[in-house]
């Protein structure tokens, strides 16, 4: 259970964004491999391919073409082969009702997102440490729920 | 038709660890909770093979160290919590009483090993265990407050939401949304 490296996923259409997360994941603690995806099309066939090996934890923006990250989310519950992973769903606004049906679905972890380097630093840091509690400490993952 | 479970995660690890190694045939002492003594001499083929068996259970065993010494705070811990121990002194001194080890030592390694500290580790054990006894064992906020010794259940309540975000009335609507449509 104790790996050296947590294998980190980012699906997020906007280009910039995925430039932030990279460089906040470089200054984390925890050191991580990250594979990134522009769309959940792009996600789907990589998480569907059974040669890749399955994320701990997937980041997943709310807010994209093609198939969004709610879809995505519905299809990843919907198989068990993902049962182990975590997910973190981010978006710049929702509503309380949503925030909660996120959950519901399955998501792990709400992620409202800041506006500034330092804050998605600190905000990354305590989902990527807290996820780590849980893979290394053997908690049970479906208890394990962060709003930030 | 649907069974709820509850798992006395001691007994379970206890169990599977002895069935693993009568089927091994190995002799062995349990000294510690996590900790057996073979006593035979056992050729390193053997043991990878026992090590490879019971990693599919879930089961490690633990070579560095450094890690010996953070599973056994953990374990310090986890027992502290989820057996409910009345522990009349400060959990620093309880630790480097137990662990027979110099509290800042401890801290240190602890932090540097898990990038975490001592003090959020012991909550997060509480919260979860917070979020068990809500759940499983349908207990009242301030059941489980008085349970765990916190000094309220607004204090509890505080740090289940600083810890997780979310308040636990709106956990267990989450969780019991969650079992209905599953």
């Known amino acids: 259970m104790n790996s050296d490296y947590i294998n980190l996923a980012l699906a997020d259409d906007d280009e910039d964004d995925r430039l932030f997360f990279t460089e906040a994941f470089e200054e984390l603690k925890v050191r991580s491999n990250v594979s990134l995806f522009k769309d959940g099309i ?21 807010n994209m073409p093609k198939k969004s990250g709610l879809e995505c989310l ?12 975590a997910i973190a769903i981010y978006s710049t606004s929702a509503s309380e009702e949503d925030i909660e049906n996120t959950f519901v679905i399955g998501a792990n972890v709400y992620i409202k997102k800041p506006n500034d380097f330092e804050k998605l630093k600190k905000v990354l840091s305590e989902v990527v440490t807290t996820n780590w509690q849980y893979h290394t400490s053997g908690l049970n993952k479906e208890n394990f729920l962060l709003r930030l | 038709m649907k069974l709820l479970l509850k ?4 007994k379970v690890c206890n169990a599977v660890l002895e069935q693993r190694l009568e089927a091994h045939q190995l002799k062995y002492q349990q000294t510690a909770f ?5 006593l035979d001499k056992v050729s390193e083929e053997k043991l990878d093979t026992f090590y490879n068996d019971i990693n599919d259970f879930g089961i490690d065993v633990v070579k560095d160290p450094k890690k010996i010494v953070i599973q056994k705070i953990k374990d310090v811990i986890v027992d502290m919590v989820f057996n409910e121990k009345d522990i009349n002194v400060k ?11 110099n509290y800042s030592y401890l ?6 090993v898990t990038y975490t500290s001592i003090e959020n580790f012991i909550i997060l054990q509480k919260i979860e265990y917070t979020k068990i006894l809500l759940t499983k064992e349908e207990l009242s906020l301030t059941e489980i407050a008085f349970k765990l010794n916190y000094s309220s259940v607004a204090h509890l309540s505080r740090q289940f939401k600083n810890t997780t975000g979310i ?6 609507r989450i969780i019991a949304k969650r079992k209905q449509i599953n």
């Open chain 1, 42 to 62: 792009e996600l789907m066939n990589y998480l569907d391919d059974s040669n890749n090996a399955i994320p701990n934890l997937l980041f997943l923006d709310l």
């Open chain 1, 74 to 85: 519905k299809e990843i519950k919907a198989s068990q082969r993902f049962k182990d992973m």
């Open chain 2, 7 to 10: 798992f006395d995660f001691t």
């Open chain 2, 34 to 38: 996590g900790e057996i003594e073979l």
């Open chain 2, 91 to 101: 959990t620093s001194v309880y630790l480097a009483e137990k662990l027979n080890e």
């Open chain 2, 107 to 112: 801290s240190n390694l602890f932090s540097e």
């Open chain 2, 167 to 172: 308040t636990p009335s709106a956990f267990q």
